[in-house]
């Protein structure tokens, strides 16, 4: 079973249109981080939201922590295919504050 | 300042081979990180390291893998004897030990296994 539930797992859009990515759980994360990781390379850390219902925002990139700590959005706005990767949400959360990764999600966009 | 390195890149073996993978971190972390990144998901984190000493190692398949930092620096990540399931990114990342536990992440290696 995953802690973290990314929705969608793909999504391919054209260049210039919004999206939101969704990390959804059961359980109550003290904090919660947002990873993009392109081909071949490691993921790299976009933001932390440590807060509930907090809100940051990073150039087109919007990210919301929810107010029960059990899930976050990522919202592009216009997006760009540069934006193109896998995007992961991460936490740490029971049992034992262990550190788990998403599902991912797979951002296409398409010139 | 330079991140965190890993080799080989890739790695074909057959199945019931070894292999072996190393890691160095960046400078000063303390924290060291291996995950299992299967393709099309994320990565499952096998094997915690604060300093020398193991923190985390309950996802780690122990009758195959095994992992060791004896000098609290570089890292090795060790299968034996892999199996065909054993084909996925092996990454590497570390950090400082701080309340944001900011990763950062090798470019991992890539482990076929036919």
């Given at each position: 079973t995953q802690l973290l539930e990314q929705s969608p797992q793909f999504l391919s859009i054209q260049e210039g249109e919004n999206l939101t990515v969704y990390c959804n759980s059961s359980s109550v994360f003290s904090s919660l981080q947002w990873y993009r990781q392109e081909p071949g390379e490691g993921p790299v850390l976009l933001v932390t939201v440590v807060t509930g219902g907090e809100v940051k925002k990073l150039k087109r990139l919007t990210f919301q922590f929810g107010d029960a700590r059990k899930d976050s959005s990522l919202h592009i706005t216009a997006?760009?295919?540069?934006?193109?990767g896998l995007y992961l949400c991460a936490g740490s959360g029971p049992p034992g504050n262990q550190f788990y990764f998403g599902t991912g999600t797979s951002l296409t966009v398409i010139p | 300042e330079a991140g965190v390195a890993q080799s080989p890149r890739y790695k074909i073996i057959e199945k019931r081979q070894s292999v072996a993978f190393w890691c160095n971190p960046i400078s000063g972390h303390a924290t060291l990180y291996w995950y299992q990144q299967i393709l099309g998901q994320g990565p499952k984190l096998l094997i915690q390291f604060q300093n020398n000493g193991v923190v985390d190692d309950s996802q780690l398949p122990k009758d195959r893998f095994s992992a060791e930092r004896l000098k609290g620096v570089d890292s090795t990540l060790k299968i034996q004897?892999?199996?065909?399931?054993?084909s996925a990114v092996y990454l590497c990342a570390s950090s400082l030990r701080t309340p944001e536990n900011i990763q950062y992440f090798g470019a991992g290696t890539r482990l076929s296994v036919l």
């Open positions: 997006a760009q295919p540069g934006d193109t | 004897p892999a199996k065909l399931e054993d």
